[in-house]
Each structure stands twice: as C-alpha cells, then as structure tokens.
C-alpha cells in the first residue's frame, strides 16, 4: 500500500482510524474463519439450552458457546473466555506489539457481574444449623471462604485479566450500555486515538451470560422468542410473525489504529472506522420514543461524524433483535434517514444465526460488518418466511448476496435508552 | 492524560452523603468536622455510613419512576438533579439534549429477602435446579430486572432529567469513577465534548456488596475509626452511600452562557498497576510529576485512603513529602465513608467545593494537621483492590 500523498487526518484535522485486527467467537464456532462459513451459509447457532434444566421455562433455547469450557461456570468466568479468545485473534492478526505487550490501552463491554446461584449456595452450605440463611449468615461464613469469590466477581475481573494477559496500557475501561455495548466499546476506542491519547487500542465486547436467573429475567419481560422447535427458526428479524429476541453468546474484538501508525509499521488495513453517532432516548426504559427520534439522531449523528450523505452507505448491517418493537422502531429511523432507499438497501440482520449475544452484538457485528466489505459477500437474515408489510425491507432473505459494499452502517440499541451507529468504510479516505 | 488543552471549569455539583445534602451542607460539616454518621447496627458488625434523608421528590417527580428505581439509582438520579440545577441547565431541554452523560456504576442491588428464601429452600431440595427455575420464575419482579442493568441509572437519568446528548456507563469498581472523570476531562479538553454530566452513586446500605466486600477480607468491623487509624488494628473499609454528579464544561461554552466556575480542573491521571509492594506509590509520583506544574499557592491534598492496612501506609508514606512541604492532607473516607465506583468523582466534588468555599475541612485523625484554605486541589484515589488516579483542580 503505496503511502505517496496520503492524508492520516479526516476532515476534522483528526487522525483517521483503521481496523488492523478482528476476532469473533460466536455460538457459530471460534474465529472469522468458521463463523463466515457459516454466516454466508444462512447456518443458525441457535440450539436447545442443555447448560442447565428447561423444561418448565417458557424459553428454552439460546446461542450457548457450548465448546468453550469455564468450569465453574459463572458468567464472567465465560465471558473473559471468550473476550480471550477473540482478543486474541484480533491482536494475532494486527500482530502489533510483542506477546503480552500490547502498546495501547483496551475497552471492553462486559455483562453484569455478580455473585450468583452456584456461588451463594456454597457460602449456604458452609453455615452450620437449619433455619433461614440470610445474608448475615452468609456473611458470617465468607471471610474464610477465601478471596478467590472476592477477585472473580468485581465488575474490573474480566479487563483486568485481559490487560494482564496482553499488556494493554493503562486502566482498562469496562462498560455497559445494555445491548449496544460492543458498538460504545469502539466509540470509545475511536475517540482516543482521534484525540491523540493512544495510536493503537483494543475495543473488544463479550457476553457469557445464559444462565437460568438471566434467562428468566428477560423471560419476565416477554423480551425473548417462545418458538423453542425447532430452535434455529426461532430467530425471525423484520418478519411478521417474529416474537422476541433469542439470548445468545459470544465476543468480537477490533485492534483499531491511527492510519499513520498502521502504514508506517507496514500493516494490513482491513477497513476504516469513518464515524460513530450516539444518542440517548428519554421516553422509557425499555422503549424507544414513538417518533423515534433518538434513533434517527443517532444515525444522522454517525453520517455527520463520517461526513458522508445517506446516499454513500451500501449496506445496513441491522441491530434487528426480532423483537416486535426493534424492528419496526429501526425501520422507522432507517425511513425517516435513508427515504425511499430504505426499501431498496440490503439490510441484513446477524442474530437471526447467532441470536442476540448483547454486551458483544455491537463488537460481534463489526467484526461481521468489516468482513462484508471485504469479501464482497452480504450475510443473509435467515428465518425470513413471512414478510412484515408494515416494514418493508430488502433484508437479504435467507440466502447471502454477493455485492460490493463499500460502506456499511452497523446499529446497535440498547434497554436504557442506548443508541449506538457505527459507519466502516472499506478503504481509507483520500 | 489528553493531549487537548481547552480549559475545563466544573460548573455544577450535586452531592449527598452521609453528611447531608448539596455544597453548602458538605462544606460547612467538613470545615467544623462534624460527624461521622456511621450506623453500627442496621448490618452489623459492619458499621455503614448511611445516606440522609432525601425528598426524592424534589428531583424525582413521579412516583412511579421513584418505583422502578432501587435506592442507588434514586440516589443517583437524585444527586445528577442537584448538578443540574447547580450548573443552571435544569430544565434547558435544548441544552440537555446535547449534553454528555458519563456515569461510574456498579451492579444492580439484590433483593436479599428473595435471595435468602431461595438459598434456603434450595438447601434441601431434591432437584435444586429445577426448584430454583421455579422459584425465580414466580418471585423475581419484572420491572425491577431493569433495575439490575448498570446502565440504567444513566437511563433513568435519560427519563427524569432528559440529559441524551450521549450515555456512557462505565464499570469496574473504584476504576469506574476515575476512567469518568478521566474520559470526561479528556474529552472537553480535546474539543469532542462541550458538557458533560460525570458521577455516579453508591448505596452503602446493602447486604451484597457487604458481602462481596467481606469475601475479600477487605471491611471493617470495628466501631468507627478514621481511616489513618484503621490499618494497625488489621485495616478495613467502612463503606458509606454517596452520591455525586458534577456538571464538567468547557470554558468558552460556560462563558457563552454566563456560567461561574466552581473550580477547574488541570488535569487528571489514571494507572492501573497489578498493587506489588510499592506499585501504588510509584504510579501516584509519576501521576504527581505530570501534573505538579500546574500547582499553584497553598495545596490540600484530598485522599481516597481506604482504611485497608499495607495500601493504606503507602499512601500515608507516598503523601507525606506533600504534607512536609506545607500541604494540608484530608482523608475523605474518614468523613463519608467508601462508595467504590463514586468515590473518586465524589472527591474531586468536595475538592472543588473547598476550593470555592474557603476554609479548611477539619483534620480527621492521622497526621492531618490544621491548616488555611487552599488555592489547589489534589485528588489522590486509590481503589481498594484495583486502579490509581490523581487529578489536579484550581480554584477558580
């Protein structure tokens, strides 16, 4: 890549941002190599839960990385596994740095971390006597435990044990905006580099969290997909008879650099970082504004910080959870932005294969949205058997498209009030 | 560290604690040195610095989003109305609708009733997996699953203060509030924001986090003491609800709209070193060197020491040269106690509102010595388990 005349600022006199590294590991299988495969074959992770009993659960399937083993399981043990293993493909691919000795600092969107069930029933058995055990009586017992539970469930666990492992620089930043987590992950990395603070970071989200209490919550909230058989037909993304969003697991990792330090170390540039647009909704916790208006924001904003029209993004790569309410509130900010494009752009939707693998989907489907450019190849959405007519979409329908796309918008949105757009270009601006 | 040198001005505070409510009640408890408010009973052994009570009205309107709150987000959402309204921006839906939100969080509370009936009857059950399905499905209250999510203190403060300019949550205990205040800083000195809403909160007054806490070995179950006077009886942290919101600006947009600085912040450091003998202290005169040129006139030194023994003498040991020199040296945990995630945005608050206020906050035990009101501010946290920071303010 010829380095003659190039430009490493944008518009704004910032440096411009590129991706030099990917990893994903998805209920698909670990590593770009396979999940493409399996993505561009319309194939869904989706499979029944075996990790614990269902039978009496409304919902009964979900996207469990089942080949990873985190023995305990616990769900931060699960999600450093994973954000290991994708951290690690990215870092191998960009390979940037030495071993353990990565010269930036890492963001990583990490589920909720708690104690949980298998952890407050051992503290329960080391009281002694019947009775109702309390938290006091808990308490009583877990000075002696031993701090291993301590370490495990502070919410810093997860980045501190990745920043240990590849030497990241600086204090790992972990963080949560609900479902668009991944996608606030390389917001942030974004920024730090445009404002000079770092030339090379990991932006990394992952999510190991399908366990029975977390199940059972978003079960409470009618938020997830009953349609248990059989279990891959049950994500349906803009379809009519789609019912709610299945949980899923996984993780996706970028190295994201400034073009300046990516060409002067020589190194393979797999896509641009163009912009990143964010807005919050002030309606509900867990719906978005009728008008939908913080959605639109969002997407206007990442155009304006890309400084690209409408008119040049090629592809929609689409939050599209399944539930009722995202995909007609997505199509409806797509609308109001795109027009009547809307209807004639590729809009595809990744969890209807991999489900919804939250914390990760924003980092998952970046990972997703690069490699689209580059292989000129668009995932399907899959399971789309009956067409929504109040929202009308070229969604890719069940089997993938070739195409050349040269930039793609990825959303993610969030309970919260969470907006997050994403704009990746294929090659660096001129 | 940002390489961005617009100026940045703290132009609205929002802060309860145990000490009470807003600038003017926390400066005059710290300057006479009244308190501790420490309740020994409520979770003994481990005695709380609870948080005063709140007309959650007066920031939280409706009741039924007082309801699907649990008691950090109202004290959160409480404390982010307080900032608001201090900065003159309350209200301003045009401006808050460009306004940044960063908020340090935590995990959602449990609702230790439920959890002690289900441990309980999984003790002796035959199936105890299928048991606690059930018991999960029929006792957890769906609303208040959203009450767990850590970002829904910024969502809620989305709903009842409609900041949606952006909303950021950040996590990871002490580290949390410092990347905050750190990403916020960084961001207006660069020009990638003009204000920002940072802080966060932290209620005391659960049993999980006492728990979690207690795994660790790292809390005290004494009767109180201040924190320098801790570490030779074993140390422990007495942790205390707080909450704290600053409304971060920058200059020339504050000027545009005819706001008065309460303070300004120079700069600010984070580290995170893996806490081998002596790495704290190491991290803190690297954080000191980048940022002691921008000192100026007499310096108070506002720790974040925990109480906890070995982490606490080496701070001791890395502040007194500050002290020997002529700054004063307050431990703020010995006043309102240790809210992890809060507790470094909550220092660089009262940092910032003695600056203003004049005075010196009372020495609490120690080596803290009396001394007159200082013209710089620096803020020394270091978390419990995990994390550094130190930021500079000057009065404004």
Not at chain 1, 146 to 171: D, I, N, P, Q
Not at chain 2, 160 to 178: C, D, I, N, Q, Y
Not at chain 2, 284 to 309: N, P, W, Y
Not at chain 2, 333 to 345: M, R
């Amino acid at each position: 890549m010829s380095t003659s005349g190039r430009s490493y600022r944008d518009r704004n006199g910032h440096p411009i941002v590129v991706v030099t590294g990917m990893g994903v590991v998805t209920s698909l299988g670990a590593g770009l190599h396979d999940n493409w495969a399996a993505l561009t074959a319309g194939r869904s992770g989706i499979h029944a839960i075996t990790r614990f009993p269902t039978d009496d659960l409304r919902t009964k399937i979900g996207g469990t990385v089942d080949f990873v083993t985190a023995e305990p399981f616990s769900a931060p043990e699960l999600s450093e596994r994973l954000a290991d293993l994708a951290i690690g493909e990215a870092v191998a691919q960009a390979a940037i740095g030495r071993k353990g000795d990565f010269p930036g600092p890492m963001f990583i969107a990490v589920p909720p971390v708690e104690l949980e069930w298998p952890q407050r029933r051992a503290l329960a058995a080391a009281t002694s006597g019947g009775g109702e055990i309390d938290y006091p009586r808990l308490l009583a017992v877990a000075r002696e435990k031993g701090t291993e539970l301590h370490r495990r469930f502070l919410f810093g666990s997860v980045a501190e044990h990745l920043a240990e492992t590849y030497g990241t620089k600086g204090m790992p930043v972990s963080l949560s905006t609900a479902c668009a987590s991944g996608g606030t992950a390389i917001q942030l990395g974004l920024e730090t580099i445009r404002r000079g603070d770092a030339d090379a970071v990991i932006a990394a989200g992952t999510d190991g969290s399908i366990h029975a209490e977390a199940l059972i919550r978003f079960s409470l909230l009618s938020a997830l997909s009953t349609q248990n058989d059989p279990p891959e037909a049950a994500a349906k993304p803009f379809s009519k008879n789609r019912d709610g969003f299945v949980m899923a697991e996984g993780a996706g990792a970028l190295v994201l650099e400034s073009l300046e330090h990516a060409v002067a170390r020589g190194a393979e540039i797999l896509g641009v970082v163009e912009g990143c647009g964010e807005h919050a909704d002030s309606f509900h916790r867990t719906r978005s504004s009728p008008d939908g208006h913080a959605i639109i924001a969002a997407i206007r904003a990442a155009l304006d910080d890309a400084g690209v029209s409408p008119d040049e993004v090629d592809h929609i790569n689409a939050h599209g959870t399944g539930t009722p309410e995202n995909d007609k509130m997505e199509h409806m900010g797509l609308e109001a932005v795109f027009g009547e494009r809307t209807a004639r752009m590729p809009v595809s939707s990744n969890k209807s294969m991999i489900g919804h693998t939250l914390t990760a989907a924003g980092a998952v489907e970046a990972v997703f949205s690069l490699t689209t450019m580059r292989e000129g190849r668009i995932p399907p959405t899959i399971n789309y058997e009956v067409p929504d007519p109040a929202i009308p979409l070229d969604v890719v329908p069940n089997v993938a498209r070739d195409a050349a796309v040269r930039r793609v918008m990825s959303n993610s949105f969030g309970f919260g009030g969470q907006n997050v757009c994403l704009i990746f270009a294929a090659e660096p601006a001129q | 560290m940002s390489a961005g040198d617009r100026s940045v001005w703290i132009t609205g505070i929002g802060i309860v604690s145990s000490l009470g409510e807003g600038q003017e009640a926390h400066h005059e408890a710290l300057v006479a040195g009244a308190g501790p408010n420490v309740d020994r009973e409520r979770f003994a052994p481990y005695p709380v610095h609870p948080i005063v009570p709140l007309e959650l009205d007066r920031q939280i309107p409706k009741k039924g989003d007082q309801r699907q709150m649990e008691p950090w987000q109202r004290i959160g959402t409480y404390a982010a109305g307080l900032a608001l309204e201090d900065a003159g921006v309350k209200g301003d839906e045009a401006l808050l609708d460009r306004t940044d939100m960063i908020v340090a969080a935590g995990g959602g509370e449990r609702d230790a009733e439920v959890d002690s009936a289900i441990v309980t009857a999984l003790r002796d059950a035959e199936d105890p997996e299928r048991l606690l399905n059930a018991k999960l499905s029929t006792e957890l209250r769906p609303t208040l699953f959203l009450a767990q999510l850590p970002n829904l203190l910024a969502g809620n403060i989305s709903i009842v203060h409609k900041v949606t300019g952006s909303s950021r949550t950040l996590m990871g205990e002490e580290a949390a509030g410092m990347s905050a205040i750190s990403s916020a800083h960084g961001r207006i000195a660069a020009g990638q924001s003009e204000i920002c809403l940072v802080g966060g909160s932290y209620n005391a007054e659960r049993w999980d986090m006492l728990l979690l806490l207690e795994l660790g070995g790292f809390q005290w179950r004494e009767d109180y003491a201040p924190v320098w006077e801790r570490a030779a009886h074993g140390g422990g942290v007495i942790t205390g609800s707080v909450g704290a919101f600053l409304v971060l600006e920058s200059e020339s947009h504050a000027r545009a709209r005819g706001a008065e600085p309460i303070a300004r912040i120079s700069g600010v450091q984070t580290d995170y070193t893996r806490r081998g003998p002596g790495d704290a202290a190491a991290a803190a005169r690297r954080q000191l060197d980048a940022l002691a040129g921008g000192i100026e006139g007499s310096l108070a030194v506002f720790s974040g020491a925990t109480g906890i023994a070995g982490l606490t003498e080496e701070e001791q040991g890395f502040l007194q040269p500050l002290a020997d020199g002529g700054g004063s040296v307050r431990a703020l945990g010995s006043a309102i106690g240790h809210g992890l995630e809060i507790q470094f945005p909550a220092l660089v608050a009262l940092a910032a509102i003695n600056l203003k206020h004049g005075g010196s906050f009372a020495p609490r035990g120690g080596n803290e010595r009396p001394a007159t009101a200082p013209d710089s501010a620096l803020v020394n946290c270091w978390g419990h388990w995990r994390g550094e920071a130190m930021a500079l303010l000057r009065k404004a």
